[in-house]
């Protein structure tokens, strides 16, 4: 299906395994349900309400004057302390001048962020932003850190997209952090309409797609989940960051009939790029981690297990097959097991330790029966 939806994508002309790396490279991985947004970059810089939490104090300053290096002489920088965010019995004073050993080259009035930890009778200032009016409101007004994260990414999610890029940045990285279950929480807060222009937007940042497709399929309704699919179904032979979140919040959205239409479009045609259906594989991972009462873990297993097909992916299904103690394919493993497609030395490693694995899951003596694939296998 060929759709005239906009889709940011990535030029595919890579081979699967390093299509693979690029990938895993702006995603988070699944098995540890205690990390954050299952479908957000991970290794973001600390969000501003962070390190307003860990500082002792908290300055918005002004820049009084500059002056650039010289010789053997470093630059400096004058500012005034403005306004106290956040301090201690041994913060400045506002009007106080603070010297760093750094030239800026920004205008005079120039205002910015201080975090500092206090040290003996002095601060030692460890973090310095560039921050105008809108930035220094959005961090005033922000909720404290101890309050409900529904709550908390309910103001957020107002500062998602924001004119302002720092603000913008900060309140991705704020959902970024967060983990699925507080994100699922603050879903009633959740501007459907504008999540839909985000990701039918070209100019939307390929890192916040992902989570913009989980965030529909925490919110949306029938109607968007007939959008999602148009998405979803987009023929195409390049990289399409954000997918996985896309078909992940579809999956949960829809259950199973939509984990029958990602089977059709992704997951059962040999022919499917691999990019596609690496980004299926990820969901599958997602739903067994967070959305089993949508979809019951054998339907999970059942698409999961047909992947073993695709031998650019068959490592990776096979480990988390084994992971999920899933012991069903013993005998097709054994049949593959150093035939053409299948003869790497990661399959074949992955194979046997699926093997070991099974034979070791086995119930003690007074358990009662052994299971099923004990007797057989």
């Known amino acids: 299906m060929r759709s005239t939806l906009p889709a940011t994508r990535v030029r595919q002309r890579l081979a699967p395994r390093f299509a693979l790396t690029l990938l895993a490279a702006v995603a988070v991985p699944l098995p540890n349900a205690v990390l954050g947004?299952?479908?957000?970059?991970t290794a973001l810089a600390p969000t501003l309400g962070e390190q307003l939490s860990l500082a002792d104090v908290a300055?918005?300053?002004?820049?009084?004057?500059?002056?650039?290096?010289?010789?053997?002489?470093?630059?400096?920088?004058?500012?005034?302390?403005?306004?106290?965010?956040?301090?201690?019995?041994?913060?400045p004073r506002p009007g106080q001048l603070v010297t760093i050993d750094i030239a800026r080259e920004t205008p005079a009035g120039s205002t910015e962020l201080w975090f500092g930890s206090t040290r003996?009778?002095?601060?030692?200032?460890?973090?310095?932003?560039?921050?105008?009016?809108?930035?220094?409101r959005y961090l005033v007004d922000a909720p404290a850190r101890e309050t409900p994260m529904a709550d908390r990414l309910a103001f957020y999610v107002r500062h998602l997209e924001h004119a302002e890029d720092s603000i913008a940045d900060d309140a991705f990285r704020e959902f970024a952090a967060a983990k699925f279950e507080d994100v699922k929480s603050a879903a009633n807060s959740f501007p459907r309409d504008k999540v839909r222009e985000w990701l039918s937007n070209e100019k939307t940042?390929?890192?916040?797609?992902?989570l913009y497709g989980l965030m529909l399929?925490?919110?949306?309704s029938a109607e968007d989940a007939g959008f999602l699919e148009q998405i979803i179904a987009i023929e195409t032979d390049e990289i399409r960051f954000g997918i996985d979140g896309i078909l992940g919040g579809y999956l949960y959205m829809t259950g199973e009939?939509?984990?029958r239409f990602v089977d059709e479009h992704k997951i059962n045609d040999p022919k499917t790029p691999f990019a596609e259906t690496y980004a299926a594989m990820q969901a599958l991972r997602f739903l067994w981690t967070y959305g089993s009462e949508r979809v019951p873990k054998?339907?999970?297993l059942e698409s999961m297990r047909r992947?073993?097909?695709?031998?650019?992916?068959?490592?990776i299904v096979i480990n988390d097959l084994g992971r999920w103690k899933d012991w069903t394919l013993q005998d097709r493993l054994m049949e593959l097991y150093g035939t053409k497609d299948y003869d790497l030395p990661s399959i074949k490693r992955a194979i046997i330790r699926y093997m070991i694995a099974s034979t070791k899951d086995v119930a003690s003596e007074d358990a009662g029966d052994p299971p099923a694939h004990v007797v057989t296998g």
Not at 37 to 41: G, M
């Open 37 to 41: 947004c299952p479908f957000c970059p």
């Open 59 to 91: 300055a918005v300053v002004a820049l009084k004057s500059s002056t650039p290096a010289a010789g053997e002489r470093a630059g400096q920088s004058v500012f005034e302390i403005i306004r106290l965010i956040k301090s201690d019995d041994k913060s």
């Open 120 to 136: 003996g009778k002095s601060v030692d200032w460890t973090m310095r932003v560039p921050a105008g009016e809108p930035v220094i």
């Open 205 to 210: 940042l390929l890192s916040r797609r992902g």
């Open 217 to 220: 399929g925490l919110c949306g």
């Open 257 to 259: 009939p939509g984990m």
């Open 298 to 300: 054998p339907r999970i």
């Open 307 to 315: 992947l073993i097909d695709r031998p650019a992916l068959c490592d």
